[in-house]
């Protein structure tokens, strides 16, 4: 059982090049979400997934774009690098219990520089 | 609109005593979910405790505790019996619509603690 795992761990980018940060859960974990943060900031949400094939906006989105085609993957993809997009991005999972309470699992992040 | 505050930069504490860390928040949702989580200097983020707004008890998870006081608006987190390796960045955090499948997450700016030996 790894968790949630992310790939890469360290990236440097030019202005306007794409990519795609991996997001994986084993958990069989319905809830998935990514955020970001900046230094000295808590995390903002940038899309978050409530489910194979469903996909939404949070706070962040410009920019970026995911897809969840199955339960385990949710990559997010940077589609024009820029520098404002330098920043720490964290993966997460989800599950909610029956009794609505709800546990949460981060990734390890990944550190993005954009030249 | 949601709001979260965190009114502590900094806190220090003693190993062995207690610490309550505040935070505060606004929504007009009668449904909505309170996290804390835990920064270490390593970067990593844990997860470290949830109240659903309909919940009757304070949610407790080990040395960790919510004090949540709906009225008030405020969920702060009580660390008992402070260990040296609690020194670290805190981080509340709302979600609305939690019960009716809500997502998005808004965060407070967070508090530094640090445990003195």
């Known amino acids: 059982n790894a968790g949630v795992t992310q790939t890469p761990k360290f990236q440097v980018l030019k202005t306007g090049q794409s990519m795609t940060l991996q997001c994986a859960q084993d958990?069989?974990?319905?809830?998935m979400s990514w955020y970001r943060q900046d230094p000295g900031m808590g995390l903002r949400l940038i899309h978050y997934s409530v489910g194979a094939g469903i996909t939404d906006q949070g706070e962040v989105p410009n920019g970026y774009n995911v897809s969840r085609s199955t339960t385990e993957d949710f990559p997010l993809r940077l589609l024009s690098a820029a520098p404002s997009q330098t920043s720490v991005y964290f993966c997460a999972s989800s599950k909610i219990w029956t009794t609505g309470q709800e546990t949460q699992y981060f990734g390890p992040g990944t550190r993005l520089l954009v030249l | 609109a949601q709001k979260i505050t965190q009114t502590q930069p900094g806190m220090f504490v003693q190993e062995k005593e207690a610490v309550t860390l505040d935070c505060t928040y606004d929504?007009?949702?009668?449904?909505?979910?309170l996290f804390w989580y835990k920064q270490p200097s390593s970067g990593e983020m844990i997860f470290l405790i949830y109240q659903g707004s309909y919940d009757q008890q304070n949610a407790t998870e080990g040395r960790y505790s919510l004090n949540f006081q709906k009225a008030r608006k405020s969920a702060n987190l009580v660390i008992s019996a402070s260990q040296l390796g609690d020194s670290a960045m805190y981080f509340c955090a709302m979600r609305e619509g939690a019960n009716t499948g809500g997502f998005k997450t808004i965060f407070g700016a967070g508090t530094r603690l640090f445990v003195k030996a």
């Open positions: 958990m069989n974990h319905e809830y």
């Open positions: 929504t007009s949702d009668p449904s909505y979910g």
